[in-house]
């Protein structure tokens, strides 16, 4: 069965440092693959996706996460963490093969970012 | 333009009485989802529309769920006879097409007595 899986369920990085949440899928084809960011009580918003392409995407926010297609993996990072980036993320793939556009979501990882 | 929108945004309720969840997507988005997420079982999708059609439906937990969606637009997602085991936050979304982003709305929390 398609699984995703985000080995960090927690992480904490100090404000201005470099940030990088794990993201690994599991599926027999090429997925595509969204990150996801909710903040307490908010619903979740997008932050970047990958269809095909180039490997490397740029999101919102200053985010970027590179698809590697031999470690089925698809991390996000960013260069220099804000406060307002404490949330929680979510990493979801998406099945070419299906006849349904639904999403397959990771666990979550909560951010927490100190001053 | 407008983003998904849900409501209501908080409803709690009696177990054994049923609820009506409602879900109105961005104008023009012919695909549709339900969502659940919850502590313990995190984001589970539910349902699948495209257009009024329901495709794929195989995330709705028990026959006491079920969903419509009319015109094109709108969608109702009901449970009926509710448990307490039904308490998590519904989330809808939509996108333009299948395999497109999908928007979220804010979802509806439930919560069963």
């Known amino acids: 069965a398609q699984s995703v899986t985000q080995p960090d369920i927690h992480i904490t990085v100090s404000e201005g440092a470099s940030l990088e949440l794990r993201c690994n899928y599991s599926y027999g084809a090429t997925p595509y693959l969204f990150w996801y960011v909710q903040s307490p009580g908010q619903g979740l918003q997008l932050l970047l996706k990958y269809f095909s392409g180039d490997t490397l995407v740029q999101g919102i926010k200053g985010f970027e996460a590179e698809f590697k297609r031999s470690q089925s993996s698809f991390n996000l990072r960013k260069p220099s963490v804000h406060w307002s980036d404490a949330a929680e993320y979510f990493c979801a793939v998406g099945l070419r093969s299906s006849n349904t556009g639904k999403l397959i979501f990771g666990q979550g990882t909560t951010l927490q970012v100190k001053p | 333009g407008a983003g998904v929108s849900q409501s209501p945004s908080n409803k709690v309720t009696e177990k054994g009485k049923d609820v009506e969840l409602r879900c109105d997507p961005i104008s023009g988005h012919t695909a549709l989802y339900w969502y659940r997420q919850s502590l313990g079982q995190g984001l589970e999708f539910l349902i699948y529309f495209q257009g009024n059609s329901a495709p794929d439906k195989s995330g709705l937990p028990s026959d006491r769920f079920s969903a419509e969606r009319t015109g094109g637009s709108v969608s109702t997602l009901t449970i009926q006879r509710t448990q307490q085991e039904d308490s998590a936050v519904y989330l809808c979304?939509?996108?333009?097409?299948?395999?497109?982003?999908?928007?979220f709305g804010p979802g509806t929390r439930l919560t069963v007595l």
């Open positions: 979304a939509s996108s333009f097409n299948t395999y497109n982003e999908q928007f």
